[in-house]
């Protein structure tokens, strides 16, 4: 079994379910009492929220390729950023270390094409829906055309990712919300919806949504058991 090591902390609340899911899949695939191999690093998330909102980019791209670094010195095997905003630097990151790093939107979009889907919806940060480091991978390396909310609603989704869901904060009023914004992005053309920030399938889940849903957090976490496991051919 190949070590995980996970750069976490942001928030803490999915980096729970990283391990949560993790774990889960190892005991599944080997039995019990079968558990992964992994090293996490959990960084302060009101320091690096902060820089994002302050564009400072250039300083969580140093941070960032930090702790990638510690991690392999710590032994792991492969690395994954656990949030979709920071995969941002994702690239500048892989150049910096020796193990793969492996890339939270490869993952959505090998589900996405597994449904024989090409155009789909996008939930995150404003960060992530409006810039074009997640966007143009998916179209670029995949072919997979992304719709994004408009702007009012952008915002709507961009402050309950950071006023609710990364303290752990569940609000009705706010799945509401969301459930109206996936059926604009099927209006446009969305055949299905990344949840593409790792607190969104904190409040939202299949059911909420009249599209396929694809849940990053759970698809790049099963990613990471199945390179991890792979020698074994599981």
Known sequence: MKTIGLIGGMSWESSLEYYRIIN?????KLGEPHSCKSVMYSVDFAEYEKLQHKGKWELLTSKMIDVARKLEKAGVDLILICTNTMHKMAADVQKSITVPLLHIADAAAEEIKAKNMNKVGLLGTKFTMEENFYKERLKEKYGIDVVIPDAQEREVVHNVIYKELISGIIKEESRDKFRKIIKNLKKNGGE??????????LLIKNEDSEIPIFDTTMLHA????DFA???NNL
């Open 222 to 225: 099963k990613k990471a058991v």
């Open 229 to 231: 496991l792979e020698q």
């Open 24 to 28: 889960e899949a190892v005991k599944k």
């Open 192 to 201: 299905g919806v990344i949840l593409g920030c790792t607190e969104i399938p």
